[in-house]
């Protein structure tokens, strides 16, 4: 199974990219498919999980590396995937606040970024609102945000992995 997963540079990179585009693809699925609206938060889980795809492809198509330019992209790809999953357990905490507790909502995203400074629309987009705090669809029990936190995790676990076993091949 180690030979399978960390055989080579472009393998891992090929799988962290693979990851990221299930991860996409199911969320576009959710929300036209299953129409469930994003919050805040879930757009913002969807631009790192973007951009851990995008430094993975990079990392792909960027062959023939030395260990240092790999060891790189995939920190860059855990930060990606590590603020990801920070956000997801931001959400997952304002999920299991009692309904008094509850931030109030905040305007569309699309009103935020008009009317509000940088730094004030970084901070109300971190912090999260009303929106953010309602579960929209489970499995097993488990909210949008869990599996995001589960995916992320994983994928982190991965690369941190990766970083030490591709060593050992090359």
Same mark, same amino acid.
């Given at each position: 199974?180690? !030979? ?12 962290? @990219?693979? =990851? &990221?585009?299930?991860?996409?693809? @199911? ?9 469930? %609206?994003?919050? +805040?938060?879930? /757009?913002? *889980?969807? $631009? ?7 430094? &993975?492809?990079?990392?792909?198509? /960027?062959?023939? !590396? =030395?260990? +240092?330019?790999?060891?790189?992209? $995939?920190?860059?790809? #855990? ?5 990801? &999953?920070?956000?997801? +357990?931001? *959400?997952?905490?304002? *999920? ?5 507790? #509850?931030? =109030? ?7 935020? +970024?008009? @009317? ?7 901070? !109300? ?24 936190? $589960?995916?992320? =995790? &994983? ?8 970083? %030490? %076993?591709? %060593?050992?091949?090359?």
């Amino acid at each position: 199974m180690n !030979t399978l997963l960390f055989k080579n540079k472009n393998r891992v990179f090929f799988l962290g @990219t693979l =990851s &990221a585009l299930v991860l996409i693809v @199911t969320a576009y699925y959710m929300e036209i498919g299953l129409n469930l %609206k994003p919050c +805040i938060l879930c /757009h913002l *889980q969807r $631009i790192c999980v973007f951009l851990l795809g995008l430094t &993975a492809l990079a990392g792909l198509l /960027h062959r023939n !590396t =030395s260990y +240092i330019r790999f060891v790189s992209y $995939i920190s860059v790809c #855990i930060f990606f995937s590590v603020s990801g &999953a920070l956000l997801a +357990i931001r *959400q997952l905490y304002l *999920q299991s606040l009692p309904p008094d507790l #509850i931030p =109030s909502c905040a305007g569309d995203l699309s009103y935020l +970024i008009e @009317t509000l400074p940088i730094t004030d629309l970084l901070v !109300t987009v971190i912090k999260g609102d009303g929106n953010c705090a309602e579960v929209a669809w489970e499995f097993i029990g488990i909210s949008i945000p869990g599996w995001a936190l $589960i995916a992320l =995790s &994983a994928i982190t676990v991965y690369f941190l992995i990766s970083i %030490k %076993k591709i %060593k050992t091949y090359l």
